[in-house]
């Protein structure tokens, strides 16, 4: 079992930059891989980015891709989204997810964080 705490979310202006943050707890941290999801008011929850064990490959999502980067420290047993040229459309609650799984298998990402909410304005 892995423990994960999101942090960093926020009000940003469009444009501007955010740095999302996960904590994990326990010894099994650099077994998983982890996924940023999201899930905006009305709809349904969709994945984001996710990386693998090693951080060799990192997936994103088309409407992120080029502006979003997910890296991981498995020394400090966390994982990072640097969320750059925010859009309004980006506006949701941001989850933190880990799987024993590989990378691009979103259903295996069944250990969740709390959440925490990035909200950007036009």
């Known amino acids: 079992q892995v423990h994960l705490v999101e942090s960093g979310g926020g009000l940003v202006q469009a444009g501007g930059s955010l740095s999302l943050s996960c904590a994990a707890s326990?010894?099994?941290?650099?077994?998983?891989?982890m996924g940023w999801f999201r899930q905006a008011p009305g709809k349904e929850r969709e994945f984001v980015a996710a990386?693998?064990?090693?951080?060799?490959?990192?997936i994103y999502a088309d409407s992120v891709k080029g502006r979003f980067t997910i890296s991981r420290d498995n020394a400090k047993n966390t994982v990072a989204l640097q969320m750059n040229s925010l859009k309004p459309e980006d506006t949701a609650f941001y989850y933190c997810?880990?799987?024993?799984?590989?990378?691009?298998?979103?259903?295996?990402?069944?250990?969740w964080g709390q959440g925490t909410q990035v909200s950007v304005s036009s």
């Open positions: 990386i693998s064990w090693n951080g060799v490959i990192t």
């Open positions: 326990g010894r099994t941290f650099s077994s998983y891989a």
């Open positions: 997810a880990a799987s024993r799984g590989s990378v691009d298998y979103q259903a295996g990402y069944n250990h």
